[in-house]
């Protein structure tokens, strides 16, 4: 049997934590031996070394995860290198949906982490504020990354939806915000042209759900005009949140 390299296992131990890290877990699962039966006459079995404690949302969070499991449903499986789930708080009260993975995410198995993550990052925390980690919860419509970035078809769409609905009624956020034209065409089922309909509420499985550019867009476009509409819509969001 092939020994997997260093590069392999230090990915696949990063992407465990991070899988704990969104199950809600707040210690790494592990026990401990005592270091002698002398050490204590009360303990002399093995203990747990810190109790781990997570979140009813979480643990729904986690049972999505686990139905959605090493998935096939559709052709992206063939050619993904990582499911990326999700990331962030399972108790926060923001979401923001994506289309899909990029060649980074897919990589790490974490969503919105090349150029276009990091511009969602600049405007969670320096144009509303928040703490990405702490405040939002972000996922994508499908899980897999579409080959050569393209949109995701019908197909792929309707194979990873229904565990997109379950972690957004795990998560019960007071606010969506759907990243683009395919995340909000998929979120409201019908094509949505977002230039015209970005900044408008609309509802979704109960939710508050607000369209935007996508980050991504907004690099290509990287306008005054277009800035200026993220930070409106960003700020109808803050006002929805108490903010």
């Known amino acids: 049997m092939q020994t997997p390299d260093r590069s392999s296992l230090l990915r696949e131990l990063k992407n465990q934590l991070l899988y704990l890290k969104d199950a809600g877990y707040s210690e790494i699962p592990c026990e401990t031996e005592l270091f002698s039966k002398a050490a204590s006459f009360e303990s002399p079995q093995p203990t747990p070394a810190k109790i781990m404690t997570k979140s009813k949302k979480a643990n729904q969070l986690n049972q999505v995860r686990e139905e959605l499991g090493d998935c096939t449903r559709c052709k992206l499986a063939q050619g993904r290198k990582n499911i990326v789930f999700g990331s962030g708080n399972p108790q926060a009260d923001l979401v923001f949906v994506g289309e899909g993975p990029g060649a980074d995410e897919d990589e790490q198995g974490f969503p919105f982490v090349g150029r276009a993550g990091k511009k969602l990052t600049e405007i969670i925390e ?36 229904p565990f997109l609905v379950q972690q957004l009624k795990a998560i019960q956020p007071k606010v969506v915000v759907a990243l683009g034209k ?62």
Do not use: Q
Not at 150 to 159: L, Q, S, T, V, Y
């Open 126 to 161: 320096k144009g509303m504020n928040l703490d990405r980690e702490k405040d939002t919860y972000i996922c994508n419509i499908v899980k897999c990354r579409p080959p050569g970035n393209r949109d995701p078809e019908k197909e792929e769409i309707e194979a990873c939806n």
């Open 182 to 243: 395919p995340a909000a065409s998929t979120l409201l089922g019908r094509s949505v042209p977002i230039t015209k309909e970005r900044g408008t509420w609309h509802d979704y499985e109960g939710f508050k759900l607000m369209l935007t550019l996508h980050p991504a867009y907004l690099l290509r476009a990287y306008t005054i005009e277009n800035r200026k509409a993220v930070h409106d819509d960003m700020k109808k969001v803050l006002k929805a949140l108490g903010r």
